[in-house]
């Protein structure tokens, strides 16, 4: 059975750090995108981070210089470093994975989420 679990959150002071971590574990396909996902109180799930299986990596505007995703392919990990972290962060933080059969076709799973608390 496919599994992702998350690791890492918890309460945070304005301006701390936190580093986020995904296992994934199950997969026998090759992963392709792994991502990080967030939804605010009351809000709508946004991507945060992506990173491809080469180590592109993009970011939403919002997190773009405090945050840093990388990715382990041979433990099938991917990690979300926070720095600076402001208030508007606090959010459940969901770890996706997209993985592509040798056919061409694509499934992709997600973590439980984990909760980021960013509060003085």
């Known amino acids: 059975q496919v599994q992702l679990v998350e690791s890492g959150g918890g309460l945070v002071q304005p301006g701390g750090s936190l580093t986020l971590s995904c296992a994934a574990s199950?997969?026998?396909?090759?992963?392709?995108?792994m991502e990080w996902y967030r939804r605010p109180p009351g809000k709508l799930r946004d991507l945060v981070a992506s990173?491809?299986?080469?180590?592109?990596?993009r970011y939403a505007d919002s997190v773009t210089g405090r945050f840093t995703i990388s990715r382990d392919n041979s433990k099938n990990t991917v990690t979300l470093q926070m720095n600076s972290l402001e208030p508007e962060d606090t959010a459940v933080y969901y770890c996706?994975?997209?993985?592509?059969?040798?056919?061409?076709?694509?499934?992709?799973?997600w973590g439980q989420g984990t909760q980021v608390t960013v509060s003085s």
């Open positions: 990173i491809s299986r080469g180590g592109t990596a």
């Open positions: 996706r994975v997209v993985v592509v059969t040798p056919f061409g076709a694509k499934y992709d799973y």
């Open positions: 199950g997969i026998v396909f090759t992963i392709h995108d």
